[in-house]
């Protein structure tokens, strides 16, 4: 063969094979960085999507959605199940508020916000704890709905980020930051206030704080953090409590166990507070991703009679956190 001809030959096989390789590793990546704070990630890897929705669409959403409550209470299964609706996008461990801050004036509107959620929301069901193909130890894939996508129009927008969402509005300039996108979006707020039983929420927050995991079968038995736990949920209610009257927007409580024990009545409940239509098929096959009954990580953790009696007596100063037992 000619050297000049077998060297030209070289060239474009190694030039070819880099724009494969360099096309693999980018989509690679992209399936990698799906998920939970896959935004932020794909930004740090200067990764651009260029898939996004007309802007008609966007003009016609009818309410902005977010959640307030506390870590390991259950956001993530109700913003899973909202986002399988046809007509709702609802990004997953997304903060609206943080990532405005960061973003240049140019880019705190309401076409650029919705893009982001869309692109979260379509990723969470590739890649994320919504995917149906991908592996995790959680998975909130909703077969035959509509996560990632949507049916014709969206009415609702939103993101999930429940106890990070209050802690962040403790700050007053924070709170002024929830007014400004209030104002930019030009849309009505609804808020999701998710509440599981404390005992449970507490113990887990304490789990996951020592990295243990609930099904491990040991008992903890460690009383100066799990009464830090409880400080920090207790702050976390008061907050929720004082977030009712504030808040530029409507508040919906959601309780894990009413869920657990009336799928139909609660999906209802929170469609009717959204505006959205409740369909037959989406209230089923929404019901079969609900577990059957709660997680009691109330006990594997170790409680003294005075730590459960604290619990108790604080719960008693909020109308959404009274009644709880830990004996329910």
Same mark, same amino acid.
């Given at each position: 063969?000619?050297?000049?001809?077998?060297?030209?030959?070289?060239?474009?096989?190694?030039?070819?094979?880099?724009?494969?390789?360099?096309?693999?590793?980018?989509?690679?990546?992209?399936?990698?960085?799906?998920?939970?704070?896959?935004?932020?990630?794909?930004?740090?890897?200067?990764?651009?999507?260029? %898939?996004?929705?007309? /802007?008609? $669409?966007?003009?016609?959403?009818?309410?902005?959605?977010?959640?307030?409550?506390?870590?390991?209470?259950?956001?993530?299964?109700?913003?899973?199940?909202?986002?399988?609706?046809?007509?709702?996008?609802?990004?997953?461990?997304?903060?609206? @508020?943080?990532?405005?801050?960061?973003?240049?004036?140019?880019?705190?509107?309401?076409?650029?916000?919705?893009?982001?959620?869309?692109?979260?929301?379509?990723?969470?069901? #590739?890649?994320?704890?919504?995917?149906?193909?991908?592996?995790?130890?959680?998975?909130?894939?909703?077969?035959?709905?509509?996560?990632?996508?949507?049916?014709?129009?969206?009415?609702?927008?939103?993101?999930?980020?429940?106890?990070?969402?209050?802690? /962040?509005?403790?700050?007053?300039?924070?709170?002024?930051?929830? &007014?400004?996108?209030?104002?930019?979006?030009?849309?009505?707020?609804?808020? $999701?206030?998710?509440?599981?039983?404390?005992? !449970?929420?507490?113990?887990?927050?304490?789990?996951? #704080?020592?990295?243990?995991?609930? !099904?491990?079968?040991?008992?903890?038995?460690?009383?100066?953090?799990?009464?830090?736990? @409880?400080? &920090?949920?207790?702050?976390?209610?008061?907050?929720?409590?004082?977030?009712?009257?504030? $808040?530029?927007?409507?508040?919906?409580?959601?309780?894990?166990?009413?869920?657990?024990?009336?799928?139909?009545?609660?999906?209802?409940?929170?469609?009717?507070?959204?505006?959205?239509?409740?369909?037959?098929?989406? @209230?089923? %096959?929404?019901?079969?991703?609900?577990?059957?009954?709660?997680?009691?990580?109330?006990?594997?953790? @170790?409680?003294? #009679?005075?730590?459960?009696?604290?619990? /108790?007596?604080?719960?008693? /100063?909020?109308?959404?956190?009274?009644?709880? %037992?830990?004996?329910?």
């Amino acid at each position: 063969m000619n050297r000049r001809l077998w060297c030209v030959i070289t060239v474009l096989s190694v030039v070819a094979l880099v724009f494969v390789m360099s096309t693999n590793y980018k989509d690679l990546l992209v399936r990698k960085l799906g998920g939970r704070k896959g935004l932020r990630r794909i930004r740090q890897y200067g990764i651009r999507n260029e %898939d996004k929705l007309n /802007r008609e $669409l966007y003009d016609g959403v009818e309410s902005f959605l977010m959640f307030i409550g506390y870590p390991r209470s259950g956001h993530t299964l109700v913003s899973s199940l909202l986002d399988a609706h046809p007509n709702a996008l609802v990004a997953n461990e997304f903060d609206v @508020i943080g990532e405005w801050q960061k973003w240049t004036k140019t880019n705190r509107n309401k076409y650029y916000l919705f893009d982001q959620l869309y692109l979260n929301s379509k990723m969470e069901a #590739d890649t994320g704890y919504r995917s149906a193909t991908v592996p995790h130890r959680f998975n909130y894939s909703v077969p035959g709905q509509w996560q990632g996508t949507f049916n014709q129009k969206i009415l609702v927008m939103g993101a999930k980020k429940g106890g990070h969402t209050t802690r /962040r509005l403790m700050k007053r300039e924070n709170l002024k930051v929830l &007014k400004e996108i209030h104002q930019v979006l030009k849309l009505p707020m609804k808020f $999701l206030h998710v509440i599981r039983n404390p005992y !449970d929420n507490i113990a887990t927050m304490m789990l996951r #704080d020592l990295k243990k995991r609930p !099904d491990a079968g040991e008992k903890i038995n460690d009383t100066d953090n799990l009464d830090k736990q @409880i400080a &920090k949920y207790m702050a976390l209610a008061e907050k929720n409590n004082q977030l009712k009257k504030v $808040l530029p927007g409507e508040v919906h409580e959601i309780h894990s166990s009413e869920l657990i024990k009336e799928p139909k009545k609660i999906l209802l409940g929170i469609c009717h507070f959204l505006h959205l239509t409740c369909y037959q098929k989406y @209230i089923e %096959d929404c019901s079969k991703r609900i577990y059957p009954e709660a997680s009691k990580t109330r006990h594997n953790v @170790i409680w003294t #009679d005075q730590q459960k009696e604290m619990v /108790r007596k604080e719960l008693q /100063r909020f109308q959404s956190t009274r009644g709880y %037992d830990f004996d329910d």
